[in-house]
């Protein structure tokens, strides 16, 4: 049974860096890319960044150079690092497996960039 | 970037009617190497993740019902929903995996008349 879960802090505090979790099961990341992809309240998806299953990464440049996507495979852990935070970046955050398009989804961690 | 561009933004539906959702996409999504469009629909429920319904345009993913039905090629595409049942009220949206940054669109709502 595929499944992603995201986690990490619910609350960041601006210009701090935030650091989130995609722990899976049920397929191997050396198999299947994983994506994150964030939601603003209310608003539409913006997608990140990609772990390709050879360990490649893919960014947005919207988040370029503040933005690092790796992996413990060992653990079957993706990680997502951003530093830099702004108020702006306060959002849901999925981590969602691709095959074509990314058919398996984690739940989401809320993340609030507040002092 | 490719710029995704939906419409309508919101559409009332009775239950029982046919619904399309249109998507336009600011370059083409076919691939002539393999002449597959790259552009998927997800349907999100609230508080829900996404759910992936259609991709290559016009394939449905495992376990989704057949009223929902993907078509079009290169920069116009549409999701059409027939027979709209009350477990459809969401908000659909589309997103090119042509090359990245995978963009979506901004997001149809579908909502009870």
């Known amino acids: 049974q595929v499944q992603l879960k995201e986690s990490g802090p619910g609350l960041v505090q601006p210009s701090q860096t935030l650091s989130l979790t995609c722990t899976v099961s049920?397929?191997?990341?050396?198999?299947?890319?994983v994506h994150w992809v964030r939601q603003h309240s209310g608003k539409s998806l913006e997608w990140m960044g990609r772990?390709?299953?050879?360990?490649?990464?893919s960014y947005n440049s919207a988040f370029t150079s503040r933005l690092s996507i790796s992996r413990d495979t060992s653990k079957s852990q993706v990680f997502l690092k951003m530093n830099s935070l702004q108020t702006e970046d306060t959002g849901t955050y999925y981590c969602a497996r691709a095959t074509v398009a990314t058919d398996y989804w984690g739940q989401g961690v809320m993340v609030t960039v507040s002092s | 970037d490719i710029v995704m561009t939906q419409s309508p933004s919101s559409l009332a539906v009775s239950a029982g009617e046919t619904v399309t959702i249109n998507c336009k996409s600011s370059?083409?999504?076919?691939?002539?190497?393999?002449?597959?469009?790259?552009l998927a629909w997800y349907q999100q429920k609230p508080g829900q993740s996404p759910k992936l319904l259609i991709y290559w345009a016009s394939t449905r993913q495992s376990g989704v019902p057949d009223r929902f039905i993907g078509s079009g090629s290169g920069t116009d595409f549409t999701l059409t929903i027939s027979s709209v049942q009350a477990e459809d009220l969401a908000i659909y949206y589309c997103?090119?995996?042509?090359?990245?940054?995978?963009?979506f669109g901004a997001g149809t709502k579908l909502e009870l008349k």
């Open positions: 049920g397929f191997s990341l050396t198999s299947y890319s």
């Open positions: 772990m390709w299953s050879d360990g490649d990464t």
């Open positions: 997103q090119q995996y042509y090359d990245t940054p995978y963009t």
């Open positions: 370059q083409s999504l076919l691939y002539s190497g393999n002449q597959k469009n790259y």
